[in-house]
């Protein structure tokens, strides 16, 4: 079991800046691969952003390339999402994912980011 909590979502002018995080308990943080996802009202959820289990490797939807940068603190179980240059587009409910091998894939509760124009 992986439990997650995110933090640092809220009202943001478009054009500014958010940083999310998201902390995980219940298995070895350092094991497994972490991830970003979306959900605007009426949309289906989609995938933002993801990291490996070592930070080596990121890899971001097209929609935010450039802006936003996903990063991980193993000593601390922690991953982060840093979104700069927000646009009305990326109002939506922000989730953090944990892609445990073996595993299905554990969600956090969510956290609103709303960007306005």
């Known amino acids: 079991q992986v439990q997650l909590v995110e933090s640092g979502g809220g009202l943001v002018q478009a054009g500014g800046s958010l940083r999310l995080s998201c902390a995980a308990s219940g298995r070895t943080f350092s094991s497994y691969a972490m991830g970003w996802f979306r959900q605007a009202p009426g949309k289906e959820r989609e995938f933002v952003a993801r990291i490996t289990w070592n930070g080596a490797h990121t890899y971001y939807a097209d929609s935010v390339k450039g802006r936003f940068t996903i990063s991980r603190d193993n000593a601390k179980n922690t991953v982060s999402l840093q979104m700069n240059s927000l646009k009305p587009e990326d109002t939506a409910v922000y989730y953090c994912?944990?892609?445990?091998?073996?595993?299905?894939?554990?969600w956090g509760q969510g956290t609103q980011v709303t960007v306005s124009s």
């Open positions: 994912a944990a892609d445990v091998p073996g595993s299905s894939i554990y």
